[in-house]
């Protein structure tokens, strides 16, 4: 979705979807000229999504400060989603530990 200028557009179309993403992890919203009211949007929408790891909104018009909390958010799950593979992999290995006896 890089370089679209499609600003509102863009961020209600996102705002519609991100909550109930499963399978997006990475989203390129670079070069958008989303403002800081669509980037909130954007923003509002990843508050509940869990497995979105990586935004880039590089190349728009909105505050730091928003950009900011949406990179944390990303950050949030990219913390979550390792905690996921561990559990995984702790119990992938106990699983063949007791096969193994």
Request: with cysteine; net charge negative.
């Amino acid at each position: 979705l890089s370089c679209n200028a499609a600003e509102a557009e863009v961020a209600q179309a996102l705002l519609a979807l991100l909550p109930c993403n499963a399978a997006l992890t990475d989203l390129d919203l670079s070069a958008n000229a989303l403002d800081e009211a669509g980037v909130r949007l954007i923003r509002a929408a990843l508050e509940s999504n869990s497995t979105l790891l990586k935004i880039d909104l590089r190349l728009n018009r909105a505050e730091p400060d928003t950009v900011g909390a949406i990179e944390e958010l990303a950050k949030r799950n990219q913390l979550a989603h390792q905690r996921t593979l561990r559990r995984a992999q702790d119990g992938s290995r106990a699983h063949s530990a007791a096969a193994a006896s």
